[in-house]
């Protein structure tokens, strides 16, 4: 095979060696999984870090997709509650990452176009409600929608729950306002809920419940991990009171007519759990319904729930959640925080930017509509790109590989890759990735974690986390790192610490394109110390510009006892990029880095400035 010239080569003394595979410096040679390890000549090994430019960056790890108590509540009908911010945040310290973006879909946070007038009627309102009956403990129960009694307030039907104690233990029967989409799903800070209550048969046994199921949170304070609960209750002794360490109960007088119960969530969470920050609390279920104890039987008539909020569209969120970033802060010194939004009202997109601001979504009288035409999704990623944002195109699953090339990626910056539902999908976002690289489509691979729960990040079938090469974790840094390309993602459960980087002429090029006007690159890829039964892959694909739809690419496989001081030595040939892949030993990822381009010096492409390699 063709022996290569030394060193790294620049565009003023390039090399006019023939084409040929990656190549290394070896002390024997191997076939190794898809590719062939051949001996190159002598290069002087560069340590890890070893250039000033280099040293002047440090790996940062990011967790780039987090919901919390601004996104819709659990995923189970029994409950769950959805993540606050408290728990998210525990998570990123259990796991050692250094920077949570907050990523809460927008059109929550905003509650956009959320129906705010609630009707007991049976039957959904526009396919948005329904309602689901639920027993908890020794009960019998029933509910029914009736046009006698009702509030004199709203027209239509009420509904009515009826329960009878089987035991001596408390039970409950309670129906779920089940709503389409979560509609009712968003932070408590401003809200107070009002509902019309007819209490038939109460009393110190039998009690009538509007239960509000908040926000998830990690132990604290002696108490257990869960989600917190508050309870409404018409009947039994009057006052606030803990019930369980996690379930706080406020009771009222009951009324011998029909009589409306104010409830202000985020003041009682604040009362009861004076130790918590109370804003960090989200709606997760709403339920209507009696709780009986002893044999006893009770009955209540529910109508009309008004939902009162006081946020506009786009200052009120972020500001509320950049107070709860600096409540929380002490709490959690080591995790840095930076707000984002998951644009969602068009294909889901994460925006990174310094003051950060929320698309200004028309108002509407008639709730949301998602357009996911190209040209919303243009119009919107070009809205963040104008105001300086860095915009990321999330989890493209179905994503047509023509459209891909046609639209450029829909002028997007960044594009999840790693997904949490496994290899194939995973496999799939990577091909996509291979066809933009191929049409000079630069864009930045990340990962998706996506989770809204805050319980146990690695309980998805993969947990992946995004790291940058990075002065600090700060706003300016990451985004220039993400506009450079210098990221990878990983699995820090199967390769703690990991690490990955391309370097020419000593310097950083992995996510840099590099024109020359003749001859070939030499560059080296670097890798932290690999598991024992891992492989190296470096990725070797065309960039011919051709407007493919598939990638056309090959593969060089290294064990960790092939490399020479973590790298091993590339020669890479103009209309071409390469990336690294770390695999274990059945072939799944373990990490991905991010590629680098060499193009000739006249290519017919336009590379974005920040993208393009410097020799000095």
């Given at each position: ?12 003394t ?38 000033s ?35 998210q945040?525990?998570?990123a ?65 009420a ?13 409950s ?11 009712y ?18 009393g110190?046994?039998a ?9 998830y949170?990690p ?19 009057p006052g ?17 007519d ?26 997760a279920?709403?339920?209507f ?17 008004r ?12 500001e509320?959640?950049?107070r ?12 840095t925080?930076?707000?984002s ?9 994460n ?9 200004p ?15 919303a ?7 963040y ?10 989890h ?13 990626a ?18 799939a ?6 066809v933009?690289?191929?049409n ?11 989770d ?5 990040w ?13 002065a ?6 990451l985004?220039a790192?993400?506009?450079a390309?210098a ?9 703690p610490?990991?690490?990955m980087?391309?370097r ?31 492989r ?13 739809t598939?990638?056309s ?32 030993a ?26 393009r390699?410097?020799?000095?």
């Open positions: 095979m063709t022996e290569h010239h030394e060193g790294s080569v620049e565009p003023e390039p090399s006019t060696t023939p084409a040929g595979p990656p190549r290394r410096r070896v002390r024997r040679r191997r076939l190794i999984g898809a590719g062939i390890g051949a001996a190159a000549a002598a290069v002087a090994a560069r340590p890890l870090l070893s250039s430019a280099a040293a002047a960056t440090r790996p940062v790890s990011m967790a780039m997709h987090v919901h919390s108590c601004f996104s819709e509540g659990g995923a189970t009908s029994r409950g769950g509650g959805g993540a606050s911010m408290m728990s945040l525990q998570q310290t259990k796991h050692g990452v250094d920077v949570v973006w907050w990523t809460d879909h927008d059109w929550r946070m905003q509650a956009y176009g959320y129906d705010t007038d609630i009707r007991f009627d049976g039957s959904p309102e526009d396919g948005a409600l329904t309602w689901e009956p639920q027993d908890e403990g020794p009960v019998e129960g029933s509910s029914e929608f009736v046009t006698r009694p009702r509030s004199p307030d709203e027209p239509g039907k509904m009515r729950v009826t329960a009878r104690a089987t035991g001596s233990a408390q039970g029967h309670l129906v779920w306002a089940k709503a389409g989409n979560s509609f799903s968003t932070n408590l800070s401003d809200t107070t809920l009002h509902v019309d209550v007819l209490p038939e048969q109460v110190p046994d009690e009538l419940v509007v239960q509000v199921e908040t926000s949170r132990a604290t304070a002696g108490r257990p991990a869960g989600v917190y609960v508050l309870e409404y209750r018409v009947g039994g002794k606030r009171r803990l019930e369980s360490p996690l379930v706080g109960v406020v009771t009222q007088e009951p009324s011998s029909w009589q409306t119960l104010v409830l202000e969530p985020v003041e009682d969470v604040r009362a009861l759990w004076p130790d918590l920050v109370a804003d960090d609390s989200g709606v279920r709403l339920r319904g009696m709780r009986v104890r002893g044999g006893a039987e009770g009955s209540a008539v529910f109508d009309r729930l939902i009162e909020r006081s946020r506009d569209l786009t200052a009120w969120p972020l509320t959640q950049r709860l970033m600096e409540e929380l802060a002490p709490q959690y010194p080591d995790v925080q930076h707000l939004s998951e644009v969602s009202m068009v294909r889901h997109m925006v990174f930017m310094e003051d950060f601001e929320l698309y979504y028309p108002e509407t009288e008639t709730g949301p509509t998602l357009d996911r035409s190209v040209g999704a243009r119009r919107v990623a070009a809205w790109q104008q105001r300086g944002g860095v915009v990321q195109y999330n493209p699953d179905g994503l047509n590989p023509a459209e891909l090339v046609q639209t450029r829909l002028g997007m910056d960044l594009m999840e890759l790693g997904s949490p539902r496994g290899a194939d999908e995973t496999r976002r990577i091909d996509l990735f291979d933009a690289a191929r000079g489509i630069f864009l930045t691979g990340t990962s998706q974690l996506d809204h729960n805050g319980r146990d690695t309980s998805y079938k993969r947990f992946w986390l995004t790291s940058a090469w990075a600090s974790p700060t706003l300016g840094d985004l790192a993400m506009r390309g990221l990878w993602w990983w699995d820090p459960t199967r390769w610490d990991a690490t980087d391309v020419v002429a000593g310097k950083r090029a992995m996510g840099q394109v590099l024109l020359l006007p003749r001859g070939w690159a030499n560059a080296r890829v670097e890798v932290s110390s690999l598991p024992d039964d891992s190296l892959v470096v990725v070797t694909g065309d960039c011919d510009l051709s407007g493919a598939s990638p690419t090959s593969e060089f496989a290294y064990r960790p006892s092939d490399l020479d001081d973590g790298g091993v030595e590339l020669s890479v040939k103009p209309g071409t990029y390469i990336r690294a892949e770390v695999r274990d059945g072939g799944e990822i373990l990490a991905f880095g991010n590629p680098m381009w060499v193009l000739p010096a006249d290519a017919s492409v336009e590379v974005p400035a920040t993208r390699f410097r020799w000095s």
